[in-house]
Every structure is written in structure tokens, then in C-alpha cells.
């Protein structure tokens, strides 16, 4: 008399458990490639809105020394420039301080967080003020000299 084996179920565990390591070691790579691409990107990111608010920044400040140099001329009494900025730069928002102490702008992003100071070169005083990212009015007056508004 023969008796029958029972059937090994083996092979059918081997076959689920290979797809389950696969899929596990293929997430876990995936995983692994969107970290490091992301601390990229999120570089990349800070070194373009530093460069954009250096732009920025450098086209402000020309503007404040035009008018500086035209409200100096004698008989101007009172000289008044627009300059057109971008609102945001590289997809954020920005606000612009001018310090009359150090005759700096100071540009700051608000995401990711990136500060940017820029020396203006003017004869006449700066007036303390802070505004926020696009077109900006610069004035000149003779009574309180050269002041930056939105």
C-alpha cells in the first residue's frame, strides 16, 4: 500500500514572503531618494531666493542714489521715483527694511528665511521705514531727505 505525501506549502510561502521583502526594500529606497532630494531642493531653493533678493536689493538701492543725486542737484526741491520690484521672489514673500544708521537695505524672506543686506551710497540722510515686497515710491525732500514707501 502507498501512502500520499501531503503537498509542501512551501513554495507558496517562499513566493509571498520574496514579494513582500521586495516591495519592502523598494519603499524603503524610494524613501531614502525623496530625503536626500529633498535637502536638496530645499537648498537650491535658499541659494535662489538669496540671489533673487541680492537683485532685488542692488535695483533698490540704485534707485535710492538716483534720486539721491537728482534731489542734491541744486534747485530741486523735491524728487519723487517709482521702482517696480516683484511682490514675491522665487514663490515667497519679502519685506524690505532701510537702516539709516548703517545705510543698509535688509531683505527678508519669509519661506524658506533668508536675509540680505545691501550698502546704498547716498549724501543725503535716509529715513528709517519697512515695507513689504513690490513696486516701492522713493522720495527725496530736502527737510527729511530720502525716504522708501510702498
Given at each position: 500500500?502507498?501512502?500520499?505525501?501531503?503537498?509542501?506549502?512551501?513554495?507558496?510561502?517562499?513566493?509571498a514572503?520574496g514579494?513582500?521583502?521586495?516591495?519592502?526594500?523598494?519603499?524603503?529606497?524610494?524613501?531614502?531618494?525623496?530625503?536626500a532630494?529633498?535637502?536638496?531642493?530645499?537648498?537650491?531653493?535658499?541659494r535662489v531666493?538669496?540671489?533673487?533678493?541680492?537683485?532685488v536689493?542692488?535695483r533698490?538701492?540704485?534707485?535710492?542714489?538716483?534720486?539721491?543725486?537728482?534731489?542734491?542737484a541744486?534747485?530741486?526741491?523735491?524728487?519723487?521715483?517709482?521702482?517696480?520690484?516683484?511682490p514675491?521672489?522665487a514663490?515667497?514673500?519679502?519685506?524690505?527694511?532701510?537702516?539709516?544708521?548703517?545705510?543698509?537695505?535688509?531683505?527678508t524672506?519669509?519661506?524658506?528665511?533668508?536675509?540680505?543686506?545691501v550698502?546704498?551710497?547716498?549724501?543725503?540722510?535716509?529715513?528709517?521705514?519697512?515695507?513689504?515686497?513690490?513696486?516701492?515710491?522713493?522720495t527725496?525732500?530736502?527737510?527729511?531727505?530720502?525716504?522708501?514707501a510702498s
Amino acid at each position: 500500500m502507498s501512502r500520499a505525501r501531503p503537498r509542501s506549502t512551501d513554495r507558496g510561502v517562499s513566493t509571498a514572503l520574496g514579494y513582500v521583502l521586495t516591495l519592502t526594500i523598494t519603499v524603503v529606497l524610494i524613501s531614502g531618494l525623496m530625503v536626500a532630494a529633498g535637502g536638496f531642493v530645499s537648498d537650491e531653493r535658499e541659494r535662489v531666493t538669496e540671489t533673487e533678493l541680492d537683485v532685488v536689493g542692488n535695483r533698490l538701492a540704485a534707485g535710492i542714489e538716483s534720486v539721491d543725486r537728482i534731489g542734491a542737484a541744486p534747485g530741486e526741491s523735491r524728487v519723487e521715483a517709482r521702482v517696480r520690484l516683484p511682490p514675491r521672489v522665487a514663490g515667497t514673500t519679502y519685506t524690505i527694511e532701510v537702516l539709516p544708521a548703517s545705510n543698509e537695505l535688509v531683505l527678508t524672506s519669509t519661506d524658506p528665511e533668508v536675509t540680505v543686506r545691501v550698502s546704498v551710497e547716498t549724501e543725503t540722510s535716509l529715513a528709517a521705514s519697512r515695507v513689504d515686497g513690490g513696486d516701492v515710491t522713493i522720495t527725496y525732500d530736502p527737510s527729511s531727505g530720502v525716504e522708501v514707501a510702498s
